[in-house]
Each structure stands twice: as C-alpha cells, then as structure tokens.
C-alpha cells in the first residue's frame, strides 16, 4: 500500500492544493493531507478551522485523510508508514525553498522521499495568499476556492473588518 503525505499550511486550501491532492491519487493508494500549524506564517484560520477546510474541500475525493499535525514532518510520515512527501511546484519561486527543505529532511530521514507535482497551468499562479487579498478586496472566488471555503474567507474577514 503506497502511502503520500501532503503536508502544508492550508490557509486556506484553493483549487491548486486540490489539483496535487488528485494527481497524489494516481500514483498514491492513500493520500493524508498533513495541515501544520505554522505559528510563523500567522495564519487567518486557526488549525481546526483549516482542517475543516481541507475536509470540506476533499469530501468527494475517495482515499484522502485529513489530520493535523506537530512537530517534524518526517517522523510524522514515519509514523503514518508513507513513502513519500508529497509537495506542489508552481513557479520557479517555489524550487529553492523546496529544494532545501527536501534536503533537510533527507538527512533527517533517508528512507523517505519527496515527491514533485505540477499542477494544471490555470492553478500554477494561485497562492492562499492571494486568495485572501482578494477576498478582502471583495473579488470573486469562484474560480480559486471550494464554495465552502469562499464562505469561511468572507465571513472571517467581515468579522475582522465589519
Ligand atoms: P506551506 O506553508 O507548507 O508552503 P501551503 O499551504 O502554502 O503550505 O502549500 C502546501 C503545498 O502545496 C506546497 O508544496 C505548495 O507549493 C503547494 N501549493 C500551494 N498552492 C499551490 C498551487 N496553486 N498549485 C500547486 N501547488 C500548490
């Protein structure tokens, strides 16, 4: 049974996370989608939030689990027996940051890889943060987020902002 971890911040999951989760699904037989809580980047959603989220988004995807998780990605993975991580290439923009944090968890764990996917080109440009400058903006979300999730931005904005 071929296992993949799909690790991130999700704040929140768009359609580009959704487009590697389904191309995850080819090659993996289960996909867990591993939601950090990544204090530093100071996410608009708190950690359950974000999970219910992901939930919501995935919920007609067949073979994806969600869960959060703490501390080292790769004992995380060891400790669900995945073979790989699972990681989304946009732009170049992304490849250094990715390219290090391989790396380092090759050397931290060697018996695990990590696994580069390219999402369809109509998702390569879209970030979660972008998404929520749009939102706040008051721009359409349509095309970027599950319409679960276009809710949650908006009503959490309001609330920052009424
Ligand atoms: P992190 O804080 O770990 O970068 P993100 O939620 O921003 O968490 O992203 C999780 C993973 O999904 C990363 O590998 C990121 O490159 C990838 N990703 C994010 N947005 C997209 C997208 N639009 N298309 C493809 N991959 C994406």
């Known amino acids: ?13 768009t ?5 590697i989760i389904a191309r995850s699904l080819q ?6 989608v591993a ?24 919920r007609g995807l067949q073979r994806v689990r969600v869960e959060p998780f703490n501390g080292l990605l790769v004992h995380h993975a060891r400790k ?4 790989a991580v699972i990681r989304g290439l946009r732009a170049t923009s992304d490849f250094e940051y990715e390219f290090q944090m391989t790396l380092v968890n090759r050397k931290l764990d060697r018996s695990i890889e ?18 929520k400058e749009v939102a ?3 721009g359409p979300l349509d095309d970027f987020v599950h319409p679960y999730v276009a809710t949650q931005l908006i009503q959490k904005l309001r609330r ?3």
């Open 1 to 13: 049974m071929r296992i993949g971890v799909y690790p991130g911040t999700f704040d929140p999951i």
């Open 15 to 19: 359609y580009g996370h959704t487009d």
């Open 27 to 32: 090659i993996f037989d289960t996909v867990i």
């Open 35 to 58: 939601v950090a809580p990544n204090p530093s980047k100071r996410p608009l959603f708190d950690l359950a939030h974000r999970v219910k989220m992901v939930k919501h988004a995935t």
């Open 80 to 83: 669900r027996k995945a073979q």
């Open 114 to 131: 990590t696994v580069f996917l390219v999402p369809s080109q109509e998702y390569s440009y879209l970030t979660s943060s972008i998404i």
């Open 136 to 138: 706040s903006l008051g």
């Open 160 to 162: 920052q902002h009424p």
